[in-house]
């Protein structure tokens, strides 16, 4: 079956660590998404790509990087500059052509905690 | 990009018809509503996506009336099972659309189904 896979499920970051959390989908989709979602609360975007080897900001990129050297993967990366980086992260991808349909699917989340 | 307004938390009984009202009231031409739904710890789920009258798929009905300022997603008898946080996005999806992930996700509806 197709979608994506985050892992690992539960992470644990000691301070002044960096750490990258991995997404991997399987279903061809153009366009990748990374959230972050607090207790409570919406998610919130971090990062987005398009297209391989691009890739732009969201509305709280600050502490966090990405990279898209694969179609499939979309790795999120937490740098130690994130001073508050215990929350849930979530990976979504769509299909540019079939948005209408489908819309974003998401993968299980990776709950991140700093120990 | 259109704000949406929901209700934080709804309360029903099983085997209830549930209706959550969207207001969306700048939404654009080109916007689409979408409706996703989330259980705790996981990722969210897309559920049903319009842009005007009405649309039903196997899960649930979703109505805009002609103005679209608001939307309404409706759930048929639901069960303890429905219980979850429904959130409704207001962007440009669709064929061939160059949506660039800005979707927002507010606090979402929190539904809690009774027995």
């Known amino acids: 079956d197709g979608g994506i896979t985050q892992s690992p499920k539960y992470l644990f970051r000691k301070e002044g660590q960096n750490v990258t959390l991995s997404c991997e989908q399987n279903?061809?989709?153009?366009?990748m998404y990374w959230y972050r979602q607090d207790p409570g609360q919406g998610l919130r975007l971090i990062y987005y790509s398009q297209i391989v080897n691009d890739f732009q900001k969201g509305d709280i990129a600050e502490g966090y990087s990405v990279s898209r050297e694969k179609k499939e993967s979309f790795p999120l990366t937490v740098t130690s500059a994130q001073k508050n980086p215990t929350a849930f992260y979530l990976c979504?991808?769509?299909?540019?052509?079939?948005?209408?349909?489908?819309?974003?699917?998401f993968g299980s989340g990776t709950r991140l905690t700093v120990v | 990009l259109a704000k949406t307004t929901q209700p934080i938390s709804m309360d029903s009984y099983e085997g209830q018809e549930v209706n959550i009202t969207c207001s969306h009231n700048n939404i654009a031409t080109n916007d689409y509503i979408t409706w996703y739904q989330q259980f705790p710890s996981q990722g969210p789920r897309f559920i049903i996506q319009?842009?005007?009258t009405k649309v039903t798929n196997e899960v649930a009905s979703l109505f805009i009336p002609a103005d679209r300022k608001s939307s309404t997603l409706s759930l048929p008898r639901v069960s303890l099972s429905d219980t979850a946080v429904y959130y409704c996005?207001?962007?440009?999806?669709?064929?061939?659309?160059?949506?660039?992930?800005?979707?927002?996700f507010g606090q979402g509806t929190t539904l809690q189904v009774k027995p």
């Open positions: 979504a991808s769509i299909s540019q052509d079939g948005g209408r349909r489908y819309g974003y699917t």
């Open positions: 279903l061809n989709h153009d366009a």
């Open positions: 319009g842009y005007k």
């Open positions: 996005l207001v962007g440009p999806e669709g064929i061939g659309s160059s949506n660039t992930g800005k979707l927002i």
